[in-house]
């Protein structure tokens, strides 16, 4: 069965550094998104991507980050400059042309120190 | 912006016990899903359910979209059952799709 997958599963970094995770969304779907859930919260949206661009955004998505579709494949969230608050699991999700239906890969867990 | 309340927030069973869960969101949406999320972190997918009923095995769900309420029944509960399940509901693909606070759920053995 189709699945999205996600690298690293753990990545610790230390604050002010730069992090990309990756993501091979499900093959041919064409809608794609990040979400991040700080350890005990719920599921909070970061970003949504179509047609190689931005669709929407949450507040959370500021200037230090940043998505990309690099190839046909792959679809990255960069954080520039790593804060402490960034401590969180970033989860992956991609959906079908008009579903809107998700599916979500295992999650990236960055801990910043 | 849309807004998701999940009740209870918290629900402890004893094994063989059936619960209901409950998603209120405050606008017309066009997606509702229910996930799990298992003590893996893992968010497994339950239902996709904008309107009408689904089951599956022991789980069904029924979405009354006209008064903006999903509900999640569990039969039998299971100790496997045991997590965060969520609803998530949004407009559109391209929109993003909020989710509620969940509903933690521990079952017994």
């Known amino acids: 069965e189709p699945e999205v997958t996600q690298t690293p599963s753990h990545q610790v970094t230390q604050m002010g550094q730069e992090v990309i995770l990756r993501c091979v969304p499900i093959?041919?779907?064409?809608?794609f998104y990040w979400y991040r859930q700080i350890l005990g919260q719920k599921v909070e949206f970061l970003v949504s991507?179509?047609?190689?661009?931005?669709?929407?955004k949450s507040e959370i998505f500021d200037d230090q980050f940043s998505v990309e579709r690099p190839d046909g494949s792959n679809f990255t969230l960069k954080i520039r400059s790593t804060k402490l608050e960034d401590s969180a699991m970033y989860f992956c999700?991609?959906?079908?042309?008009?579903?809107?239906?998700?599916?979500f890969g295992e999650g990236s867990r960055l801990t910043v120190l | 912006g849309i807004q998701v309340e999940q009740s209870p927030p918290d629900l402890i069973l004893q094994e063989g016990a059936n619960s209901t869960l409950r998603c209120n969101f405050s606008?017309?949406?066009?997606?509702l899903q229910w996930f799990h999320q298992n003590p893996w972190g893992q968010l497994i997918n339950l239902f996709y359910?904008?309107?009408g009923t689904k089951q599956n095995g022991r789980l069904s769900a029924t979405t009354v979209a006209t008064e903006r309420y999903s509900l999640l029944y569990i039969s039998s509960s299971q100790t496997t059952d045991s997590g965060v399940y969520f609803c998530?509901?949004?407009?559109?693909?391209?929109?993003?799709?909020?989710f509620g606070s969940g509903t933690r759920l521990s079952i017994r053995p």
């Open positions: 999700a991609s959906s079908g042309a008009g579903t809107g239906e998700l599916f």
């Open positions: 093959s041919n779907h064409l809608y």
């Open positions: 991507f179509y047609n190689n661009e931005i669709s929407e």
């Open positions: 606008d017309s949406v066009n997606n």
């Open positions: 359910i904008p309107s």
């Open positions: 998530a509901v949004g407009y559109s693909s391209a929109s993003k799709i909020i």
